[in-house]
């Protein structure tokens, strides 16, 4: 059985930063393209940044670029997440998922090619 366990998300301050880790189990984990999702309360659930199998190609939305680095250690199978200069409306559970088949990268912001899923953690922006 697959599992993934994110933490790392807390209270920061605007402008401050957090990594957050996703650990996998049950897995090949090198074999899968990656995701980090956030959802607000009252929001969809949203794409924030993808990480292919090997590490060498990354996605991330128009709010996460530059400022959200995503990585994987294939070796320790994580998934991170760092992200910097947090803003308020970055406030939201952090979801970490895996694709639905290995070695798929079509489609990567569509929370629907994912399977799996971490139960998430919450960053709270604010001062």
């Known amino acids: 059985q697959v599992q993934l366990v994110e933490s790392g998300g807390g209270l920061v301050q605007p402008g401050g930063s957090l990594r957050l880790s996703c650990g996998v189990s049950?897995?090949?984990?090198?074999?899968?393209?990656m995701g980090w999702f956030r959802q607000a309360p009252g929001k969809e659930r949203e794409f924030v940044a993808g990480i292919n199998w090997s590490g060498d190609r990354t996605y991330y939305a128009d709010f996460a670029q530059g400022r959200f680095t995503i990585s994987r250690d294939n070796a320790g199978s994580t998934v991170y997440l760092q992200m910097n200069s947090l803003k308020p409306e970055d406030t939201a559970t952090y979801f970490c998922a895996k694709r639905t088949f290995r070695y798929q990268l079509a489609n990567v912001p569509s929370p629907s090619h994912y399977d799996d899923w971490g139960q998430g953690t919450q960053v709270t922006v604010s001062s």
């Open positions: 049950g897995s090949t984990f090198s074999r899968y393209t």
